[in-house]
């Protein structure tokens, strides 16, 4: 094809894609049959999974791919049981409106309840379809953006009315048994938010996503949410050249700041998140990782109010591991969830796909172990996840989730084992042991003045420098995997 033809497919494909999310298109996927109505009724027969029962722990040795073999939600593990430290979740917008469309391809996935609408009919029903799928795969959590979950109507408040039609049979069918990790407002996909939404140039635009936030907290609060998470995908620049960066930052913070009176206002007790990313679809954007986001933070006076929700796709993209973004926001006090996926070490972008590599999962649940109040609680492991493009039967859907769930339970077991093998902190500690000494707790205490490191280099003379040990260090890790 010429270039112009290419480009032409890009965008009609854009389109379809942005269609899917954004409205309502009337006519069915050819291959759905008779189940594709785009009916007013959110009746289904029967199950939306039949012939999946409740996945269980098997153990290691188990073939099925329908079972756990690592992840045992009672056991007790480092004094807690798996699932407390873990608290999986279920990401809606990609598990539930995740069509597989790419900016080269059209959708691969036209799940068998899917009636090719985004009618509020379909948005109950694919609610239904979600609580079971969370039931089967014996996960308590989930999490969603407004604009999953029920579709925009033509003003504020047909949107909202329909938001709380859907969030209506979501709390019934909640019950006590599950709970919504957290709650947002999806403030990228439509037009009006193309320059940003705290951060945007119109006022108008400002005052929109204050009123979608204002609702979407609402709606998280009524849910029993336990977090609520601001991820800034416009918030940021494709260039300073018509950028006022200064003022962009005070409008977030002061964006920031209404939405914690308004958290106080109703009662919502739940922790507020920003999810750090540095760029996509921005070039630039201004949450761009932790020790950004920390400093922004701090600046705005707000780091009581905010902890941080980590995702490990987007710690590469910002050129730092997953583990390195979770120790900067540990030792700040912020780790508050993370979006358990991971990127592809060869695209450089945010694939979100599902974690598999043990080393990784070993590594990330050190920081939890290790987190100053033991475990992210009540953050949580969102699946910010998605099957690949080419992965499209139903029970693709729960292999995927349940070899993510897997992973992250290995990686806690191998965490148990270090602890109680020792040498890794023993090794740690013993690198720093010079500072276990007089002139080591004068220094940490701030109590070391220059004229006293002088006398104490002149009387040292050359100082001894040791081995650093990292390939011990890398031994002793693998020795647990
Ligand atoms: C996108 C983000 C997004 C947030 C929620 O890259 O990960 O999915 O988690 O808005
Ligand atoms: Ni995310
Ligand atoms: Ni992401």
Redesign the pocket.
Known sequence: MKSAEILLLVLCLKVVCFLAFASAPSTCPADLGSKCSGSESDEWEGEFFPGITKIKYEGPSSKNRLAFKWYNAEEDILGKKMKDWLRFSV?F??TFRGSGADPFGAPTKFWPWEDGTNSLAMAKRRMRANFEFIEKLGVEFW?F?DKDIAPDGKTIEETNANLDEVVAVAKELQGSKFHLLWG?????LHPRYMHGAATSSEVGVYAYAAAQVKKAMEVTHYLGGENY???G?REGYQTLLNTDMERELNHLAKFLEAAVAYKKKIGFNGTLLI?P?PQ?PTKHQYDWDAATTANFLRTHGLTGEFKI?I?C??ATLSGHSCHHELETARINGLLGNI?A?TGDPQIGW?T?QFLTDIGEATLVMLSVVRNVWGGIAPGGF?F?AKLRRESTDVEDLFIAHIIGMDTLARGLRNVAKLIEDGSLSDLVRKRYESFDTEIGALIEAGKADFELLEKKALEWGEPKVASGKQELAEMIFQSAL
């Not at 947002?184 to 990228?188: D, M, N, P, W, Y």
Request: net charge negative; charged share 30%; hydrophobic share 30%.
């Open positions: 990401a917008w990609h999490c953006h947002t407002a999806q403030l990228f998470v601001f991820w995908g999810e990313k996509e929700n995702e796709n987007h979006d996926n945010d979100d969102n910010d």
